[in-house]
Nanobody
Framework: VQLQASGGGLVQTGGSLRLSCRTS????????MAWFRQAIGQEREFVAT????????RYANSVKGRFIISRDNSKHTVYLQMNGLKPEDTAVYFC??????????????????WGQGTLVTVSS
């Protein structure tokens, strides 16, 4: 499955952004989905994950209470609503999918399909 991530941009501290991840072909039915991020010089880290069809959610401690992951299965799209953004949230954000991870996952190794990444920059 091919994934397209969008919605990144430049925002001030405390601001909000909503990232979207959709497939340009087929469906995301039965796929667990996740968002990861990678800052310059750092390893890719888990941000949030959502199961199929969307009943189980998990978040990294660093974003809990600020970010919300959701999915619209009719639109084959997963969202990441990011509120209260901080400079340390600056990174390239990637969405990921895998039917073998239908309950979601927190490790990059659990996902075979990745979007191209969208850059989020939070200015202080």
């Amino acid at each position: 499955v091919q994934l397209q991530a969008s919605g990144g941009g430049l925002v001030q501290t405390g601001g909000s952004l909503r990232l979207s991840c959709r497939t340009s072909e087929g469906t995301l039915s039965y796929y667990g989905m996740a968002w990861f991020r990678q800052a310059i010089g750092q390893e890719r880290e888990f941000v949030a994950t959502i199961s199929w069809p969307g009943t189980k959610l998990r978040y990294a401690n660093s974003v809990k209470g600020r970010f919300i992951i959701s999915r619209d299965n009719s639109k084959h799209t997963v969202y990441l609503q990011m509120n209260g953004l901080k400079p340390e949230d600056t990174a390239v954000y990637f969405c990921a999918a895998d039917r073998s991870s239908s309950l979601g996952g927190t490790s990059p190794e659990e996902f075979r399909f990745w979007g191209q990444g969208t850059l989020v920059t939070v200015s202080s």
